[in-house]
């Protein structure tokens, strides 16, 4: 899964971001956007604000706000600092992992799996509705890479922003920061590099 990680001011002005690739399940750590769609992240990121702010007023008192939009297959998942500011942590699914399911085939397909395609069936009457998944070296169907909703990554990401906000209380605590100010700390960025590679 390819991650763009985006703190946002409370003014909805651009303060960090960051790119990066999965780490688990043998990922490399960099990230998989294609070229074609790279220039997107921020719009993708700055479109998802409207949807954030009607969100954090049903929120509540939670600062983790979970899948809070989709694009082109693309989620952008947002935690909120008590001062406004926005994490929101965009991340792509790689096309070779995702689950497929197909519709209802004939009893006589039901359960054919080859290729590299893991089935399971359950058979209703005359026709069975298979569920077909593609599994890749990398893990199972409910790893981190390969579903953005499982809870399993959603706990990932909260981890993940939970560091980083750690991390962000840090850099406000600095002196020689103001609030609303681009991060450009080269150690605030490494920080937020291991926490993915940590946690996602």
């Known amino acids: ?61 939670r600062q983790y706000l979970k899948v809070v939009d989709r694009f082109g297959g693309n989620y952008v998942s947002c935690f909120l600092t008590g001062g406004n500011i926005k994490f929101l942590l965009l991340h792509n699914p790689t096309p070779t992992s995702a689950t497929m399911t197909t519709g209802t085939q004939p009893k006589s397909m039901a359960g054919m799996a080859g290729g590299g395609l ?17 599994t890749t070296s990398a893990g199972s169907s409910s790893s981190i890479a390969t579903n953005p909703t499982a809870p399993q990554t959603e706990e ?39 926490a993915g590679k940590k946690y996602l």
Request: aromatic content about 12%.
């Open 118 to 134: 893991v089935g399971s069936a359950a058979t209703t009457g005359s026709t069975t509705t298979t569920t077909t998944t593609t």
């Open 156 to 194: 990932a990401i909260r981890q993940f922003f939970t560091e980083v906000y750690e991390v962000w209380i840090k850099c406000l605590m600095n002196p020689f920061y103001a609030v609303e100010m681009p991060i450009v700390s080269p150690v605030f960025r490494q920080r937020v590099a291991a």
């Open 1 to 61: 899964m390819s991650y763009y990680f985006s703190i946002l001011g409370s003014l909805d002005n651009p303060l960090f971001e960051h790119e990066f690739g999965t780490s688990k399940q043998g990922g490399d750590g960099l990230a998989r956007f294609p070229e074609s769609a790279r220039h997107m992240n921020q719009f993708i990121v700055h479109g998802s604000l409207d949807i954030v702010e009607e969100v954090q007023w049903a929120a509540g008192d």
